[in-house]
């Protein structure tokens, strides 16, 4: 006997209004886009169709065809035990960072290969790039210190058509720089993403999957899978998510006018405090913080420029009209 059902909104309201991953999952559509998927296609305990979300292979098969159904990628994969990002949040980031420089713009969203857009730590997945040229047609620079990140990265550009000379993949040579080694003063990004790492060790890493297997589980289990994967540098760094932030948005000053919003993802609350005081002895000029939410989950991005009120208005005049 089925257990009662449990009622389902058809849109995830609290993802953004443009982002295409509101609606449940439709797998007839996914099956047809991705035929790949079929396997890993298997009934909930409602009797719906669903996967096992606590199956790496399962998570990025689904990645997979999300990614062909809705943002028009020919094929995409990622090597064993690397991030597989959850889509949606992914999208979140990139609509609503598109909302800041369309309000920094007078309304009117800037658009097209003239943006550029800097993702520090582009990944094995080239994710950000994918959603952002697929939205709004922006040009990428991705860094990252993982060669087979990169050699990953520029697989899925080589493969794609839609990102092909769109994106521009770049080796960090340092593990302690952002900036410095991959971009220079000269240089003019529009806009800055990042998604630093969350943890502060390797157990903490493993402590925080063995949570979250947990929930998608009716058995617990004592040795986790990172059902969406991640290397080292993706998933922990010395100090955690508040040093790492610390650092890049230290660094971010010394390229104060080469770009004009840099922004990053802020996962836990407690380090904005810490955020807000740094950005505010480094003298920024404006600083926005925007919410999110996927599901349960809450999280927020931090978006900061340190160009004044004359230099918004040149850079807007010379590199959006």
């Given amino acids: 006997m089925l257990p009662d059902k449990k009622e389902h909104a058809k849109i995830k309201s609290r993802l953004h209004p443009r982002n295409k991953n509101r609606e449940r999952y439709d797998f007839k559509e996914l099956l047809k886009s991705c035929p790949d998927l079929k396997p890993f296609v298997i009934p909930n305990k409602y009797d719906d169709q669903s996967i ?24 995409w994969d990622i090597p064993e035990n690397y991030l597989c990002p959850p889509i949606p949040g992914r999208a979140d980031y990139i609509h609503y960072i598109a909302d800041l420089l369309c ?19 582009i990944g094995a997945n080239c994710i950000y790039p994918i959603i952002g040229r697929t939205e709004y047609g922006w040009s990428f620079i991705g860094t990252d210190i993982d060669p087979i990140a990169l050699a990953s990265a520029n697989k899925i550009i080589e493969l794609n058509p839609t990102l092909k000379g769109g994106v521009e ?31 502060a060790s390797a157990e903490d890493a493993l402590a925080a999957s063995k949570r979250k297997v ?18 080292q540098n993706e998933l922990w760094c010395e100090g955690g998510e508040g040093r790492f932030l610390k650092t890049m948005i230290s660094e971010s000053k010394k ?5 004009f919003w840099f922004s990053s993802l802020v ?55």
């Fill in 52 to 75: 096992d979300f606590a199956d790496p292979k399962a998570v990025k098969m689904l990645n997979k065809a999300l990614l062909m159904h809705y943002y028009g990628l020919e094929e």
């Fill in 103 to 121: 309000s920094s713009n007078f309304g009117e969203m800037p658009k097209g290969e003239k943006i550029t857009c800097l993702d520090i730590g």
């Fill in 214 to 231: 947990n929930n998608l589980n009716e058995e617990k289990v004592k040795t986790p899978t990172l059902n969406f994967g991640g290397q």
């Fill in 267 to 321: 996962s836990k609350q407690s380090n904005l405090k810490l955020v807000n005081k740094i950005l505010q002895d480094l003298g920024a000029e404006k600083v926005e913080t925007i919410p999110m939410g996927q599901g349960n989950k809450t999280s927020r991005i931090v978006a900061w420029t340190f160009l004044d009120a004359e230099e918004q208005k040149d850079w807007r005049e010379t590199r959006w009209k």
């Fill in 169 to 199: 993949c770049r080796l960090q040579p340092s593990s302690k720089d952002y900036f410095y080694g991959v971009f220079t003063r000269e240089e003019r990004a529009d806009l800055t993403v990042c998604n630093p790492p969350f943890h």
């Fill in 255 to 259: 390229f104060g006018k080469s770009c």
